[in-house]
Every structure is written in C-alpha cells, then in structure tokens.
C-alpha cells in the first residue's frame, strides 16, 4: 500500500515526462551504445577468446567497461586472474548504482534479482533523468531490454566476424557509450557543487588512470563527491561565522538597546509621572 501511494504522489506531480518520451530515449540510448557490441566482440575475439566465451561474458557480466578491461588486459598478456581483478574493481560502481535506483525504482522483491543484472551506467543515467517514477521504470526496463539484446547480438556478429569489421577504432564504436553517457548526464549538472563533484572526479579519473591498476581509478574518482561536499560545507560554516560575528557587532547599537528597551517616553506620560510623584 505504501508503494502504491508512493507512486501515485510521483505520477501526479504534474511534471511527469510522457511515455511516448521516455520510450523514445531510452531506445536512442540502447540502440547507440548496443551497437558498440561489435568492437567487444572483435576484440574479445582478437584477444583469443572463443565466441562462445565472448558471448558468455556479455551473456552474464554485461557491463561493457569491465568486459573491454577484461578482454584489453588479455589481449597484452596479462594473468587472467588479475585481468578478471581489473574488470571486477570497474564493475563495483554497479553497486553503487543499485542502492540508488533500488529506492527510486521501488521494484518488488521478486523483480528485484533480474533487475540486478541491467543495473549499468545507461540504465541509471536514464532512469535518473526522469521526473517521476513510473517514467523511470519505463526508461529502465526499456534501455535494459534493448541494450541488453543489441548488445548480445553485436557481440555475436563481432565475433564471428572480427576478420571482416576489422579494426574497431576506426569506427568510433568504443566512444558511442561514454559519449551517451555524457549527453544524459550533463543537464543533470544544475547547481555548483554537482558540477564541482563532476568535474573532480574527472581530474582524479584521469590523473591516476596511468598509474593505477585498471577499475581503480573510478573508485577513486567516487571521493570526488565526499570531497566536494565537505568543502561546501566548511564554506558554509565560514559564511555562518561571518554572519554571526557582523550581527553581535551591530547588537550595541541598536535602538532600543539596554534601559531604552522599554520605549519612548511620551511627554503626557512624563506628566502624570510628576503628578503622581507629588501625591
């Protein structure tokens, strides 16, 4: 009942996108980044893996940041098991995205298991970008049936016909999905301290990316926020002070201060005071 209720507020708080809408974008946003599945199925062939195992990973991994780590770790001669290290720091993030979209969402219990494995950078900037919930439900389940497919199925031809797609950067393939990513996410940016937040972890994304294993250097990118908001915090603090210390300066010279408090005395009230004192 109290999800029912829940809902209904969201629905009838008059800024509600149409679904029309959200449908709309959230198929530009599969069908851009599942086409992407053809530079890992070409590279996880080139890196020696069979196209069943390339299936299998988009089959039950499907976050494409850590199959590429995987893959690209691989392909240089790397041990699988820091390889699959690598690619498992990178997909923590996920994580991070379920207690957020587990409480926007508000899926039941039963839903909740086969909603995990969607719960990806596409499907969170989506779902996010919606006004209400039952707008990010549909954003949700959309992106993830379709990028989930697409993806599946690009893989597959990648695969199979890595010889004939050849070399994947010189379609620009791997950028469809940051670049989408991007798009949904900067209007989000409203306010100073979110774009403060953006903006450090992009410094701290890239700064370390040379020198860290890969995966870590986006966990270390997530302090950003902390970092931000704990700087707004002491500038506020600071600005608090200051209107503190200007209000106690300006107390003694108030009117009215001290014995003036009681008021003016008014000439008739004078009077009567004397009058009063002469009885």
Known sequence: ?????????TRDGGGARPDAAVVRDALGVGIAVGLSGFAFGVTSAGSGLTVWQTCA???LVFTGASQFALV?????GGNPLTAAAGAFFLGVRNAFYGLRLSQLLALPRAVRPFAAQWVIDETTAVSLAQTDRRGARIGFAVTGITLYVLWNLTTLLGALGAEAIG???AWGLDAAGPAVFLALLAPMLRTGTERAVAGLAVVLGLGLLPVLPAGVPVLVAALAAPLALWAEGRRAATRAGRTAATGEAGEPGTPGAGK???GPVEPGDAGRGGREGDR
């Open 1 to 9: 009942m109290a999800e029912q209720t829940a809902l209904a507020d």
């Open 57 to 59: 990973l988009s089959l």
């Open 72 to 76: 690209g770790a691989l392909a240089a």
């Open 167 to 169: 070399d994947t950067d």
């Open 260 to 262: 003036g408090t009681e």
